[in-house]
């Protein structure tokens, strides 16, 4: 176990480009821990092998995003010489380990996770739930405890998946000695709310088709703001709004700064100002929609221009991910070594271990010699 070393490890599964839920949930506060030097290691797994246990009969769609994934990670401002990107399909510690932690945890254990239970509940898997999938967070725990991650940077719903990490370090270290260290969930700061999708649904989702993607151009952007689901309650400009649970004033309070409304809507000076107008009535949601689109475009905008760049070289996209894979299988592999000697599975390496088993065969062949010899002897006599 590394000692007082601070290690971060996060990451996505690639089965769309990233929206601005992930970069309000947890890819902005990446980007503000990398610049600030919080971290020793930092390390943003695109977990492939997770998306493939509800993509498992299309491949092709998990393999196209990859790149998409990595792309939106750079774009968005992931330094590759500050942190590694790696791809999880690559790193075999992390299938080992979790065949191992699978004997820690209990079928009902995972069945209680709330994160689970919400996501079967959207997938609607029936009776037909891959065990794949029903099992990730036994995999997740072993991305998170193969890298010594003392952070995992998440949204809250995501904070079933830390615990278990948690229990299964503690299960493991108990049982076998101590390996593996107990992670913590850091809560994106600054966002009270899940954003919710655009159609008011509890949740943004690419399978659900209510997001606004970060590579996504302003013409798309204002056409999704323009669209967006409000207070249904605020039928008339004149009428009193909601802003509570109301999608629009949801995304402003995540990315709307003050400096947008002097850019943007002079006539109020900040968020506050402009909420309490909503709620008194004579208001109406062309005007908030129109200065929420402005703002996401003014935050999206160095981003896609980034992107756009990117592109231009898919070959060096692809050498971050293997150089940043290259150093994931270096950590994993340490740890990998670390647990497999204290589980004592460690047969080849460990001559200590053989030395003593070929002592007491000795010791066996030598007892049973000397009785073989003692019992010849009294036959004799």
Do not use: W
């Amino acid at each position: 176990m590394e000692e007082n070393k601070k290690v971060m490890l996060t990451g996505d599964r690639p089965t769309g480009r990233l929206h601005i839920g992930h970069y309000a949930g947890s890819l902005r506060r990446r980007v503000e821990l990398q610049n600030a030097g919080v971290f020793d290691e930092m390390y943003i797994m695109i977990a492939d092998t997770q998306a493939l246990t509800d993509n498992a009969g299309n491949p092709q769609k998990v393999r196209d995003n990859v790149i998409e994934v990595a792309l939106d990670y750079i774009s968005a401002g992931i330094d590759p010489s500050k942190v590694h990107i790696f791809v999880q399909s690559r790193i075999p510690e992390l299938f080992e380990f979790t065949c191992y932690f699978s004997d820690l945890v209990t079928m009902s254990r995972l069945e209680r996770n709330p994160t689970i239970k919400a996501e079967l509940g959207m997938r609607k898997f029936g009776e037909s739930i891959p065990v794949g999938f029903l099992t990730y967070p036994i995999s997740q725990a072993a991305d998170i405890l193969l890298f010594g991650a003392t952070s995992v940077p998440a949204g809250e719903d995501q904070a079933p998946m830390v615990e278990q990490a948690q229990e299964i370090a503690h299960k493991f270290n108990s049982t076998y000695g101590e390996v593996f260290i107990e992670p913590k969930i850091m809560v994106p700061e600054g966002v009270s709310k899940r954003l919710p999708g655009t159609d008011g649904k509890a949740k943004m989702s690419k399978s659900l088709g209510n997001c606004i993607y970060l590579s996504d151009d302003e013409k798309t952007v204002n056409d999704k703001v323009k669209t967006m689901f409000t207070d249904p309650t605020h039928l008339m400009v004149s009428d009193p709004g909601h802003t509570e649970n109301n999608p629009v004033f949801m995304y402003l309070e995540a990315f709307a700064k003050d400096e947008h409304f002097a850019k943007f809507l002079p006539e109020y000076p900040n968020l506050d100002a402009l909420e309490e107008h909503y709620r008194k009535g004579g208001l109406g949601d062309v005007t908030v929609k129109r200065f929420l689109a402005s703002v996401l475009n003014d935050v999206l905008s160095p981003i896609r221009s980034r992107r756009h760049e990117l592109e231009k070289d898919i070959a060096s996209v692809y050498k971050v991910l293997e150089e940043g894979t290259k150093a994931a299988q270096e950590k994993a592999a340490t740890y990998g070594l670390m647990a497999r000697r204290a589980m004592g599975i460690n047969y080849f390496e460990n001559r200590k271990f053989i030395e003593k088993q070929q002592k007491a065969y000795n010791k066996a062949h030598q007892q049973q010699e000397a009785l073989a010899a003692y019992l010849a002897k009294n036959k004799k006599s």
